[in-house]
T-cell receptor
Framework: AQTVTQSQPEMSVQEAETVTLSCTYDTSESDYYLFWYKQPPSRQMILVIRQEAYKQQNATENRFSVNFQKAAKSFSLKISDSQLGDAAMYFCAFTAGGTSYGKLTFGQGTILTVHP | NAGVTQTPKFRILKIGQSMTLQCTQDMNHNYMYWYRQDPGMGLKLIYYSVGAGITDKGEVPNGYNVSRSTTEDFPLRLELAAPSQTSVYFC????????????????FGDGTRLSIL
């Protein structure tokens, strides 16, 4: 079974600054995907960024980037130039390939506060 | 294209009552899922389905039942509501096509907030 751990229940950042959210995972799978989801108060689940395990290059989506350390089983999210609209709960999530395709395992979440 | 639609959005139940949470998707996805999210926590998988007529348990299936008679619909049934089932419930669907999956791993509904008193 897979586990996903987010050790930071809450984080805060000043507007325009950079913040990094941490995530570690445990798996014996070799084929898997990792994701960061954003959940604003509206409770929508919004995909922020994804990383395929077989890709060595870290994923980047505009102001969002990840630091994927496969050997350490670490998957952190960096938000640059933070904006007030980035304030939300952020979840790290894992899914294996093969027969477990699509079954997401989520971390506990990190509440991000952005100060003006 | 509506995506994944969940009804109702809110519901209050009394202990021991039963109800069905509805979920339908119009993307012809084979894979569908039910998750629950307790306050301040991440989502946990209740049940999933890989196609019509095929369902399987996730991490927290106790107290729930599902059925999948069509590709579009995946209802979640609570038979005897208990306070521990107070939660927000999300339905999601996924394409089998890996290229599409890589771009958008899961399509989530907007959730159903369920309170059991």
């Amino acid at each position: 079974a897979q586990t996903v751990t987010q050790s930071q229940p809450e984080m805060s950042v000043q507007e325009a600054e950079t913040v990094t959210l941490s995530c570690t995972y445990d798996t014996s799978e070799s084929d898997y995907y990792l994701f960061w989801y954003k959940q604003p108060p509206s409770r929508q689940m919004i995909l922020v960024i994804r990383q395929e395990a077989y890709k060595q290059q870290n994923a980047t989506e505009n102001r969002f980037s990840v630091n994927f350390q496969k050997a350490a089983k670490s998957f952190s999210l960096k938000i640059s130039d933070s904006q007030l609209g980035d304030a939300a709960m952020y979840f790290c999530a894992f899914t294996a390939g093969g027969t477990s395709y699509g079954k997401l395992t989520f971390g506990q979440g990190t509440i991000l506060t952005v100060h003006p | 294209n509506a995506g994944v639609t969940q009804t109702p959005k809110f519901r209050i139940l009394k202990i021991g009552q039963s109800m069905t949470l509805q979920c339908t998707q119009d993307m012809n996805h084979n894979y569908m899922y039910w998750y629950r999210q307790d306050p301040g926590m991440g989502l946990k998988l209740i049940y999933y389905s890989v196609g019509a007529g095929i369902t399987d348990k996730g991490e927290v299936p106790n107290g729930y039942n599902v059925s999948r008679s069509t590709t579009e619909d995946f209802p979640l049934r609570l038979e005897l509501a208990a306070p521990s089932q107070t939660s927000v419930y999300f339905c999601a669907s996924t394409s089998l096509d890996r290229a599409e999956y890589s771009n958008q791993p899961q399509h989530f509904g907007d959730g159903t907030r369920l309170s059991i008193l």
